[in-house]
């Protein structure tokens, strides 16, 4: 159970470093918005969002930046939350930060969204298991290394939009079902009248209404997403049949970026649930057709300059570059434990289809790991995708090691090889053997890491206990879950034996 803390603290900067201007500007929202709850967020350590609420009366001083809240902040039960505490060392603190505050885009009440920072309520110290710290540190790491001073983000999170779901695991029963309006399977059910109008498998990147059904819900969800202040570039259908789709949002340094995803996710889920429709980031949900990823841009700036360009560089880019494309590359295996951290994810990684699992960088080619995009010539928006994450990633986490790999593949000048620009479909059996690809599974992903994670320990942006409860956490909580349960597809194969 929350608990307010109301211990009285001498005047002085917060302990997050809310800034005193960030922390009047919320007595602004609330005048003006006539703001009647205050939602607390953070992030658990697989990256879901959990959060309580407060009515602004308990806190009427919270634009005063001596209000407890700033300095004491709020208690929670810390053993409850998936990843952090054990029940003898349960307490714990949560701090906002002030420059998060939104108004909350979807709830009807009207109520200010402020995320929060997790604390040791005896030592204030921040908690190495909240992702957001660790997130923080990686910034503040690569400011140290004097390699440079930003390093912005871009994902590309794909999703589905579903009519319908059911699923249910028993000792003697399993089974899941998903519908769609727009499914391919729906041509010849009654509709009363079916219209016909369904996405054939593979066919649903880019086509018009009304094939594509949803172009109006993504629009409501992008003007939510815009009230929220998240920056939107684009929205369109995707490759798969039954309502997958991306919304892409403008690029921002990692923290803005993981926060700004997490709320991507929030306004999605809700959005979708208000049409008596359901969300979902499950990487691979539908069999023989797309899995949804989380491509992930991203270039190293330093005092306002793209280190990542370079005019007379292969595809536009730097050495700079190829060095951070070359850390990627070699701690890949390790990488996938946090940017595909389900056993889901690796029926989406599959050698053999469009999937990104070839350990290469190619410009413009989609099934190599690392692709440089081709769209602009302008020094600003040179960048490299690394494409297997899927959006079931903790973003604060994956970001933050990926720059770390990246950053570990600059200071050690590590060569990425030649670019790989030939068609990897046409390759025979041999050649592509020689191709190192991404683990096969979650269980090797995670094998990976736990042999290759000293480059995320780097400037104590990573802590062996992040690593070792992380471990721990998807070993005995997902892998052994899974492997330990009949399979449906099993008695098919299997019953009559």
Not at 362 to 387: C, D, G, L, Q, T
Not at 459 to 475: C, Q
Request: net charge negative; charged share 25%; hydrophobic share 35%.
């Amino acid at each position: 159970m929350a608990k307010k803390v109301t211990k009285p603290t001498s005047a002085g900067s917060a302990i997050n470093g809310s800034s005193d201007s960030d922390i009047r500007k919320i007595g602004e929202l609330i005048r003006k918005n006539n703001i009647q709850i205050i939602d607390l967020k953070f992030n658990d350590l697989p990256g879901l969002w959990q959060h309580f609420s407060m009515p602004t009366s308990e806190l009427s001083e919270i634009d005063d930046p001596v209000s407890s809240i700033w300095k004491e902040g709020v208690g929670f039960d810390g053993s409850s939350i998936r990843g952090f505490q054990k029940i003898q060392e349960s307490d714990m603190i949560m701090i906002p930060d002030a420059s998060t505050a939104v108004v909350d885009p979807v709830c009807e009440v009207p109520t200010l969204s402020i995320i929060c920072d997790i604390y040791d309520p005896l030592t204030k110290k921040a908690y190495s298991r909240d992702p957001r710290y660790v997130a923080k540190k990686a910034e503040n790491y690569l400011k140290a290394t004097g390699i440079g001073d930003q390093i912005f983000f871009g994902p590309e999170a794909e999703f589905f939009i579903f009519n319908n779901v059911r699923f249910d695991q028993t000792e003697n029963s399993g089974y899941y079902f998903i519908d769609s309006d727009e499914g391919d399977w729906n041509t010849g059910r009654e509709e009363n009248p079916n219209l016909g109008y369904k996405i054939r498998f593979k066919e649903g990147y880019f086509p018009v209404p009304p094939h594509d059904s949803l172009q109006d819900l993504r629009s409501r969800i992008i003007l939510k997403m815009i009230e929220a202040g998240i920056k939107i570039e684009v929205h369109h259908h995707e490759v798969a049949t039954a309502g997958q789709c991306e919304i892409d949002i403008k690029f921002t340094t990692l923290v803005k970026m993981a926060d700004n995803l997490l709320m991507y996710k929030y306004i999605i889920k809700n959005m979708a649930k208000k049409a008596g429709m359901v969300a979902t980031f499950m990487p691979k949900p539908l069999f023989a057709d797309n899995g949804s990823g989380m491509h992930c841009h991203q270039s190293v700036w330093k005092n306002g300059t793209n280190l990542f360009f370079d005019k007379n560089g292969y595809a536009l880019i730097s050495q700079t570059a190829k060095y951070y494309i070359g850390g990627l590359l070699k701690h890949a295996p390790a990488l996938m434990a946090f940017c595909a951290p389900t056993t889901n994810s690796y029926k989406r990684l599959v050698p053999g289809y469009e999937a990104p699992v070839n350990l290469v960088y190619s410009a413009r080619n989609r099934s190599a790991a690392v692709r440089i995009p081709m769209y602009s010539e302008n020094p600003k928006s040179k960048r490299i995708e690394f494409r297997p994450p899927d959006p079931a990633a903790n973003p604060y986490i994956a970001f933050a090691a990926m720059l770390m790999a990246g950053l570990d593949g600059i200071q050690n000048k590590i060569d990425p090889g030649e670019p790989t620009d030939t068609d990897l479909f046409e390759l025979n059996e041999e050649e592509l053997k020689k191709i190192p690809t991404v683990p096969g599974s979650l269980h090797t992903a995670l094998n990976a890491l736990e042999k290759d994670h000293d480059f995320l320990l780097k400037g104590g942006v990573f802590t062996k206990d992040v690593i070792d409860v992380w471990l721990e956490y998807k070993r005995k909580r997902e892998i052994d879950a899974v492997r330990m349960r009949p399979h449906p597809y099993e008695f098919y194969l299997y019953f009559d034996i």
